[in-house]
């Protein structure tokens, strides 16, 4: 391992300790395993529910797809949520601004805050979508949903420290964050151009993607969230020179 690498997980491991201090966070990295227990049991409970009192058949396999989409944006959302918070401690404690004189640097400190967490939350939202999924997606859909879900969660960890100047109005902010992932069931709703008038939402172009499995749309959402990320980022910044 180089120097640098060193150097990243260093910083990496002194954020997990951080971070399993905090009862909350921990059970913030484990509910998206319980949230997918829930929703591979529950919803199709409660599907066999309105057959059976309601005769209803078709009323939620409609939107299975979407559940599985916000299945898959969970683990990115609370993970790098968690990241967040962690930050949001260090700046109240001067920690950041220390961190980012050091060798580690300013960009140093946000990959091992926010990088490597939200690497580790695609990877775990692989595994859930390939154990709790309702719909049969494919492997390489799975990987993609995955990979655009971490740019999102990235996008809305930088949203929350760039805004937020301690961890109860990170906390508020969190909650306005949400409107970030409004763009994954209009394609399910909205028909016509109407659905477009989302496009600023990485999250539209998410599950416009998974609906028509057109790459185009895939290209578009990365470069949606790239864009949100860099201008968070400038933002962010002034607050750890």
């Known amino acids: ?51 059976q009192y309601l005769s209803m058949p078709d009323l939620l396999p409609p939107y299975y797809l979407l559940i599985d989409l916000f299945l898959g944006a969970m683990t990115p959302l609370l993970y790098c949520f968690a990241a967040a918070y962690v930050i949001l401690g260090e700046i109240d404690d001067g920690i950041s601004k220390y961190l980012a004189v050091t060798p580690i ?16 939350a695609a990877v775990v939202s692989i595994v859930i979508l390939r154990i709790f999924c309702l719909t049969e997606l494919s492997f390489s859909t799975i990987l993609i949903i995955a990979f655009m879900m971490s ?21 508020a902010i969190s909650k306005l964050t949400g409107l970030l992932f409004l763009g994954l069931p209009a394609p399910f709703f909205l028909t016509g151009n109407i659905q477009y008038v989302l496009f600023l939402l ?21 470069i949606t969230s790239f864009g949100w990320i860099l201008f968070l980022y400038q933002k962010f910044k002034k607050k750890i020179m």
């Not at 960009?107 to 580790?120: N, V």
């Not at 740019?151 to 906390?171: C, D, H, Q, R, Y």
Request: hydrophobic letters at 60%; a positive charge.
């Open 105 to 120: 640097g300013k960009k140093g400190y946000l990959i091992s805050r926010l990088g490597i967490p939200a690497m580790i």
């Open 202 to 222: 990485p999250s539209f172009w998410v599950a416009k993607f998974v609906l028509e499995k057109q790459i185009l749309f895939m290209v578009i959402g990365l």
């Open 1 to 51: 391992m180089t120097y640098r690498g060193k150097i990243l997980m260093i910083s990496f491991l002194q954020f997990l300790n951080q971070l399993f201090k905090d009862a909350m966070l921990i059970l913030l990295c484990v509910a998206p395993v319980l949230c997918g227990f829930f929703l591979l049991y529950g919803v199709p409970f409660v599907q066999s529910l309105l057959i």
């Open 151 to 171: 740019f999102l969660g990235l996008t809305e960890a930088l949203l929350v420290v760039a805004i937020s100047s301690n961890k109860v109005e990170g906390m």
